[in-house]
């Protein structure tokens, strides 16, 4: 069935480095993918979506990679800083439009 | 301010008692959503919902149930059937069903004794 899990349950980095998240999905037919980050005891926040013609798209700070072939997205953080400690969820569309989420990669930032 | 309520933050029941969570959205969309979340787990989809007096099941419907009687209200009840219901459940919502992106309230935390 659909699914979409990350590589790493916890990402460590210190303040000032990039931060790398990844994401694997299942469902060659997913149209598009988001990336949310929650904070603690909050509700998801969007960070940046892509869709599946596109291979990379830039935001502020944060850029998103698409490789459709090994059916695998990261998201990119530069300059880590201590507020961007939070959980961060992949999610993928699937049919019907409902978004199929990840387990979600808990990043830490180190002072 | 537009957004997405959800009330209250934290609701304690006992056992066999049935319980409805309010979602409330004044973003004039269409789409809305139910999620629960357990620890250290991702979002799975208990009911969404198209368009008002419309809903359909997601992935873990049983023991729940939910109405759209509004545009801007999507309640959700957690029966007595339902046999884990200690969790953090999530409203969101979406512009129109074929609008991928969703937004989310602020969660309701319940917890089940």
């Given amino acids: 069935g659909e699914s979409v899990g990350l590589h790493l349950p916890t990402l460590s980095v210190q303040e000032g480095d990039n931060s790398i998240i990844n994401c694997a999905y299942s469902n060659s037919a997913s149209d598009y993918f988001i990336w949310y980050k929650q904070e603690s005891g909050k509700g998801p926040q969007f960070i940046i979506d892509i869709r599946s013609n596109m291979d990379k798209r830039q935001g502020q700070r944060v850029t998103v990679l698409l490789n459709k072939t090994v059916k695998h997205l990261s998201l990119q953080i530069a300059a880590t800083q201590p507020g961007d400690s939070a959980v961060y969820f992949c999610a993928s569309e699937t049919s019907g439009s409902r978004l199929t989420f990840g387990e979600g990669t808990q990043l830490t930032v180190n002072p | ?113």
């Fill in chain 2, 1 to 113: 301010d537009g957004g997405i309520t959800q009330s209250p933050k934290y609701l304690f029941r006992k056992e066999g008692q049935n319980v409805t969570l309010s979602c409330e959205q004044n973003l004039n969309h269409d789409a809305m959503y139910w999620y629960r979340q357990d620890p250290g787990q991702g979002l799975r989809l208990i009911y969404y919902s198209q368009i008002v007096n419309d809903f359909q099941k997601g992935d873990i419907a049983e023991g729940y149930s939910v109405s759209r009687e509004k545009k801007e209200s999507f309640p959700l009840t957690v029966t007595s059937a339902q046999k884990n219901p200690t969790a953090f459940y999530l409203c969101a919502s979406s512009a129109r069903y074929t609008s991928y992106e969703q937004y989310f309230g602020p969660g309701t935390r319940l917890t089940v004794t």
